[in-house]
């Protein structure tokens, strides 16, 4: 996914401590990390916010697994589409919970109509409840592990060491989407995708299971005005401040 670009200086200037070179800054993070702490860092925000490319940085960074967890809801969201299975069941969905595999690279995972499945099936109790230990099993793995979705945080790992809540403009989220889809060869209009960006920002936020909120502990990175070099380095300047603040 690409940031919107932008011509100002990263924020913050350097992307860690001024008086430290990152891959400096980053072996005195794995030296004095003892090899039993249980690093979790938790990266919740909307659709098209950047939290999944922050989340892969920060797990390539600290060195730790990462999880998508939006690309479980994917997955089933695929196997219904391919069953020809009706995702406003919510029996036939959660079925489709049942020996779940995929390749993550699939580019399917990534479609239009799998992301609308996937973001409506995704209000189901059940469905949600499916898959909540498999996500919490990859949470508590020894070590720590990045995982990033919409209720990391408050739901699958209340007690992460870090969350961030990566946000931006509906607008730019919609952007940045149109080039996504763009790149891939995918025919798209602005005011469709702007729209399609709200109604998944009032179904998460609005669903009675596991809403998109920010949580209470979680510190705000809006993107918007970022780009993906700012941001991620700004993502890491803030875990780095948290972990040393602990």
């Not at 219904?80 to 580019?107: I, K, M, Q, S």
């Not at 059940?126 to 990033?148: C, H, I, N, S």
């Amino acid at each position: 996914m690409t940031f919107v670009a932008d011509q100002r200086p990263a924020f913050g200037g350097a992307p860690c401590h001024r008086d430290m070179a990152l891959s400096k800054r980053r072996n005195k993070m794995a030296r004095d990390r003892a090899p039993t702490d249980n690093l979790v860092i938790a990266v919740d925000g909307p659709a098209a916010s950047g939290k999944g490319t922050i989340a892969r940085a920060l797990a390539r960074h600290f060195g730790l697994p990462h999880m998508d967890t939006g690309l479980l809801y994917r997955a089933v969201a695929l196997k219904l589409w391919r069953w020809g299975g009706d995702p406003g069941n919510e029996f036939e969905t959660l079925r489709a919970c049942n020996d779940l595999g995929f390749a993550p690279d699939d580019p399917e995972l990534r479609s239009e109509p799998v992301s609308k499945i996937a973001s409506s099936i995704s209000a189901y109790p059940t469905v949600r409840a499916a898959l909540l230990e498999r996500q919490q099993a990859f949470a508590r793995q020894p070590g720590g592990a990045v995982l990033d979705g919409r209720d990391i945080g408050t739901v699958i790992a209340p007690d992460a060491a870090v969350k961030l809540f990566v946000t931006a403009s509906a607008e730019v989220r919609a952007q940045r989407r149109m080039r996504e889809l763009m790149a891939r060869g995918m025919p798209a209009h602005y005011d469709d995708v702007l729209g399609d960006i709200r109604s998944r920002d009032e179904r998460d936020s609005g669903r009675a299971v596991a809403p998109l909120r920010q949580a209470e502990d979680a510190i705000l990175l809006d993107t918007s005005e970022l780009d993906v070099d700012q941001a991620i380095a700004e993502a890491i300047r803030l875990v780095e401040e948290r972990i040393a603040a602990a």
